[in-house]
């Protein structure tokens, strides 16, 4: 960006195709709070930002915005909750993980007949001992119109458990811990968090990250001792530098606690014995620009997967007595050009790797002794293997999950030693049969000639003579692996002869971290490009009707449904987007909002002439323009801490202003939540059928249901 460059805020209000009632009232001009360059930047909707979400014409305008959308869809009530009741009816009422041994007892999540939040439990001695409740999710959310348990963690002695929770979305935990003998919640409640927690071995020590009240930032690791006032808890490390986010956490072998600070480019690991919480922190290999590590710890060495001259990562490891220099690391699995280390496991007799090859997801087992590597098997043509939960070390028993878009998650136990396989848990789909579907994966040429992978699903009786609608799917940013997976919501569109197609875009980590540099930062356009370009590819496949094309991101993936909107509005018959980060360039001048200064990275800082000249390219806010846009429907949370509701409703309003067509333009705002949407197993799926009815209205006369 222009150095000294200031936003202004002009009182404007949006025009509406049907106005919500009532009218949101005239603003005051408002002054964008940065320094820059010379020059106006003119931001006619910047009114609609509140960061308290308590000014009354700003929750006028959204709750207005929420009328029109009723108004928009009553007459797609029926398919809602008919879409609602055909993804719910295949949700197994009494569903219950595999459990997990950890120490002496088989942990287990479980939903009670029909109910929005999950049990915790578990089983000590053997797996087929009398259950002892942890976690009361059901009683615990009684009362709020949000709830969330996020992270917990047992104690040592397996008496007490630490568990945070969230009552208003914005991802702000306060930890509790409770006896579990008397079922009583301790007096301590650890606020402001964003749920890490570690105990000590005296179990009566908890080491947590505090978040910064303003940014939301993870700044501060602090000790809290049970009984003691948490506002006199000392800090035992604080991060100076914003651009890195905090953990953390015991190793998985119970030895160390371990903080972890991570940036986009770099990292840092320091850590005390689990034993000695007063003791100082050490650093395992200190910070340098674009090193990243992370490690465990196994039988007096630390393993460290690392990008140290290895794009892709590689894997070494260190005694205990030679840690603080990483030029004392001994390598063990060498970075590949065709292949990314995405994490590691230990066993106390075998290296296990998840990495990415070929753009899919695999798991990979290396002895300690004789070095020889082999991968797990996966009887699929495009899926993706994940290490499961492993919480013991001493075993030869290794838990994995495989999944694909047609394929529910399945939970795998192997043991190394002879290769014996069980199943130990598929996720249940009531009335779903997998022999009907299908799922391939194609490869695009885009325009500048790289090979993006596309995953398929369909019905085997779909038809491949470009009539099928099709729903497309990216996300495209931070280096994520956006892998295939399945969702009980694809069925109602298989069925109704939908084709689902996820894109696997630059900008992700499907293809090694030279794929994600490929799209990011100054290379960002690509990740659209791609997208639209698979799109053209699908359609001249006869995948897809040209006219039928559907698509979907959220958060960073509503930058790409931005972008493409102004891009190739032409190639799609809607878009649905959720929590959808639009405003790119005036987020990333304004380091107050959370997230933004830990990004630059990512995006670039826009007070350098040249990522700011990129960023303004591309926001989509900015790139609103007179030209007829496909339907859309975007959704957002009013207690969203990372991409704020005002992203999304300053994006619906220009476009509002804008566009020339006459196609729906819908926004709705959930008042009670934040980032990841409302709360409850079921609940949730009420807004996959909001959007899927969205898309089957737009397709009246071309949709019906398939017999199964």
């Not at 006028?60 to 609602?84: G, P, R, V, W």
């Not at 949700?91 to 007949?113: E, F, G, N």
């Not at 990292?267 to 200190?286: M, Y």
């Not at 994966?441 to 992978?453: I, L, M, S």
């Amino acid at each position: 960006m222009l150095a000294g460059f200031v936003l202004v805020g002009c009182a404007m209000q949006p025009r509406e195709p049907v106005a919500p009632a009532p009218q949101p009232p005239i603003a005051a001009v408002h002054a964008y709070p940065v320094s820059a360059p010379s020059g106006t930047r003119i931001d006619n909707y910047y009114w609609l930002r509140d960061d308290t979400r308590t000014r009354p014409e700003v929750l006028n305008y959204l709750k207005a915005e929420n009328a029109y959308y009723a108004q928009m869809t009553a007459h797609t009530q029926a398919q809602q909750e008919t879409l609602y009741r055909e993804i719910t009816a295949r949700l197994a009422p009494d569903d219950a993980s595999a459990p997990a041994k950890y120490r002496h007892c088989w942990y287990q999540t479980r939903y009670a007949q029909a109910a929005e939040y999950a049990v915790y439990s578990r089983r000590c001695g053997n797996p087929d001992a009398r259950e002892e409740m942890l976690l009361d999710g059901p009683a615990l959310a009684k009362g709020h119109s949000f709830f969330q348990i996020g992270q917990y963690e047992i104690s040592p002695n397996e008496k007490l458990i630490a568990y945070a929770e969230d009552a208003a979305g914005r991802q702000q935990f306060t930890i509790r811990v409770k006896d579990l003998a008397s079922g009583k919640l301790l007096p301590d409640a650890l606020a402001n968090t964003p749920g890490a927690v570690a105990w000590a071995d005296d179990n009566h020590t908890l080491f947590y990250v505090e978040n910064d009240p303003v940014t939301l930032l993870t700044v501060r690791v602090k000790k809290h001792v049970l009984g003691s006032d948490p506002k006199r808890d000392p800090v035992v490390y604080e991060e100076r530098d914003h651009s890195y986010y905090l953990d953390v956490a015991r190793t998985g072998d119970d030895k160390f606690i371990a903080i972890a600070s991570q940036s986009t480019l770099s990292s840092e690991v320091r850590f005390i014995p689990a034993s000695q919480p007063k003791a100082r922190f050490k650093v395992l290999a200190p910070r340098e620009h674009d090193f990243k590590y992370d490690a465990e710890h196994i039988d007096r060495r630390w393993v460290v997967r690392t990008n140290w001259q290895a794009k892709n990562y590689r894997v070494m490891q260190v005694d205990d007595a030679q840690v603080g220099d990483k030029k004392r690391w001994h390598e063990i699995v060498a970075a590949r050009n065709d292949a990314t280390v995405d994490r590691i496991a230990l066993f106390r007799n075998y290296l296990v790797v998840g990495e990415h090859s070929d753009g899919l997801a695999r798991v990979r087992i290396k002895p300690w002794r004789d070095g020889a590597t082999r991968l797990v098997e996966v009887d699929e043509a495009d899926y993706a293997a994940t290490i499961g939960d492993n919480r013991e070390v001493d075993t030869d028993m290794l838990r994995y999950e495989v999944a694909s878009l047609v394929t529910p998650k399945t939970v795998y136990d192997l043991d190394m030693r002879s290769g014996k396989r069980e199943e130990r848990k598929r996720e249940a789909v009531v009335g779903y049969d997998r022999a009907n579907y299908a799922t391939e994966r194609v490869w695009v040429v885009a325009r500048d000639g790289t090979k993006v992978p596309v995953s398929l699903a369909y019905r085997k009786d779909t038809r491949r003579d470009g009539s099928a609608p099709m729903l497309q799917i990216g996300y495209g940013a931070y280096g994520a692996q956006y892998d295939p997976h399945f969702s009980p919501g694809y069925v109602s569109l298989l069925d109704r002869g939908f084709v689902v197609a996820l894109a696997h875009i630059r900008g992700g980590g499907e293809l090694g971290r030279a794929w994600y540099e490929d799209g990011k930062l100054l290379k960002k356009k690509n990740t659209f490009t791609d997208f639209i370009d698979a799109t053209e590819y699908l359609v001249a496949q006869k995948v897809a009707a040209k006219d039928k094309v559907f698509a979907f991101g959220r958060s960073a993936g509503g930058l790409l449904m931005g972008a493409i909107a102004n891009m190739a509005p032409q190639d799609y018959r809607g878009i649905f987007t959720q929590v959808p980060f639009v405003d790119a360039v005036t987020t990333m001048l304004d380091d107050s909002i959370p997230l933004t200064t830990n990004e630059f990275d990512e995006w670039g800082n826009p007070q350098d002439t040249k990522f700011y000249e990129t960023m303004l390219a591309y926001s989509p806010y900015d790139n609103v323009k007179a030209q007829a846009y496909p339907a859309m429907f975007v959704s957002t949370g009013l207690n969203d801490s990372q991409v704020q509701y005002y992203e999304p409703a300053k994006w619906v309003a220009k476009l509002r202003a804008t566009k020339t067509d006459s196609n729906p333009l819908l926004f709705k705002i959930n008042m009670e939540a934040g980032h990841g949407g409302v709360s409850g197993r079921y609940a949730h799926w009420r807004e996959t059928a909001e959007a899927y009815a969205f898309m089957l209205d737009q397709l009246p006369r071309v949709v019906s249901t398939k017999k199964k």
